[in-house]
């Protein structure tokens, strides 16, 4: 089934021991606290979140702002 959301540039990438599950958008604020937390706390079954570095060709206004109309959509529920 397809989505009808937009792909967004993910910020970290989420792995299941040493394969890549899928790409993540991390919280707007302290994000190297969420992802030590993360991993502390899921490394006991294999998950862990890796930040990536920024690809210069990402348009991370165009990300940001998609995102928080998908959370303000999501919130009128």
């Known amino acids: 089934m397809s989505s009808w959301r937009e792909t967004l540039p993910g910020d970290a990438i989420l792995f299941q021991g040493g394969h890549a599950e899928g790409p993540l958008l991390m919280p707007p604020t302290h994000q190297d606290s969420f992802v030590e ?19 210069p060709n990402d348009d991370s206004t165009d990300a940001k702002s998609t995102l928080q109309i998908q959370q303000a959509q999501s919130s009128q529920q």
Do not use: Q
């Open 37 to 55: 937390e993360f991993n502390r706390t899921y490394r006991s079954i294999n998950l862990s979140i890796t930040v990536r570095p920024p690809d």
